[in-house]
């Protein structure tokens, strides 16, 4: 059994900063890539950013150069980092991790999910 949990999110100006973090818990014995995704309703997930174990990170053009992922593997955590932040990036933000349990059982676990709402 593995869990993510998710916090940071709330609301905030346009122009403003928040950091979302992302702890991944459980009987774990690795994890390979971490990321943020986001979704609003009625839309498709959508990639932020990811990282994975090794420290390459991937991010979507529409926040290249505001956000930051980054990851702490001894505490199996997540970050995002979110500044200049513009209404458009309202969403709900999930963390995802592909895991590797003790018993060498692959998991690609989701966070329950933490709402971003950037007011203009």
């Known amino acids: 059994q593995v869990q993510l949990v998710e916090s940071g999110g709330g609301l905030v100006q346009a122009g403003g900063s928040l950091r979302l973090s992302c702890a991944a818990s459980?009987?774990?014995?690795?994890?390979?890539?971490m990321g943020w995704y986001r979704q609003a309703p009625g839309k498709q997930r959508e990639l932020v950013a990811d990282?994975?174990?090794?420290?390459?990170?991937n991010y979507a053009e529409s926040v290249k150069g505001r956000f930051a992922i980054s990851r702490d593997n001894a505490k199996n955590t997540v970050y995002l980092q979110m500044n200049s932040l513009k209404p458009e990036d309202t969403d709900v933000y999930y963390c995802?991790?592909?895991?590797?349990?003790?018993?060498?059982?692959?998991?690609?676990?989701w966070g329950q999910g933490t709402q971003v709402t950037v007011s203009s």
């Open positions: 995802r991790a592909d895991i590797l349990t003790a018993n060498w059982s692959r998991r690609d676990s």
């Open positions: 459980g009987n774990i014995r690795s994890i390979t890539t």
């Open positions: 990282i994975t174990g090794r420290g390459t990170i």
